[in-house]
């Protein structure tokens, strides 16, 4: 069964930075279908998108982290990694892994669509 575990959270100072590491397995990601994204949630809010590499081939950022957040993957690790840099108190959330086969396109900023997700880690950001 495909499993995702993050790691990589904790509390830091706004413009800090933070990285993510996502270990996948059960999955093959050189297949060329898997598609892998971030998502997070805070406390009494609904999980919103942050970035995912569609298919491996093209990357796509929610509009509040573009520019400040890189993500990226190592397929041979079967590994998705979150680069944040310039942390806000706004990016304060626990932060999910997902990873689905076949999702399209348009479904690549939907939760729902996502058949994999990992535990979640903390992000904390103070001001």
């Known amino acids: 069964q495909v499993q995702l575990a993050e790691s990589g959270g904790g509390l830091v100072q706004a413009g800090d930075s933070l990285r993510l590491s996502c270990a996948a397995s059960?999955?093959?990601?050189?297949?060329?279908?898997?598609?892998t994204a971030w998502f997070r949630q805070a406390p009494g809010k609904e999980r919103e998108f942050v970035a995912a590499?569609?298919?491996?081939?093209?990357?796509y950022y929610a509009d509040s982290v573009k520019g400040r957040f890189t993500m990226s993957r190592d397929n041979a690790k079967t590994a998705v990694y979150l680069q944040m840099n310039s942390l806000k108190p706004e990016d304060t959330a626990v932060y999910y892994c997902?990873?689905?086969?076949?999702?399209?396109?348009?479904?690549?900023?939907?939760?729902?669509?996502?058949?994999?997700w990992g535990q979640g880690t903390q992000v904390t950001v103070s001001s």
């Open positions: 997902a990873a689905d086969r076949s999702l399209i396109l348009s479904s690549v900023t939907t939760a729902h669509y996502y058949d994999y």
């Open positions: 059960g999955l093959t990601f050189s297949g060329g279908s898997v598609t």
């Open positions: 590499s569609f298919r491996g081939t093209r990357t």
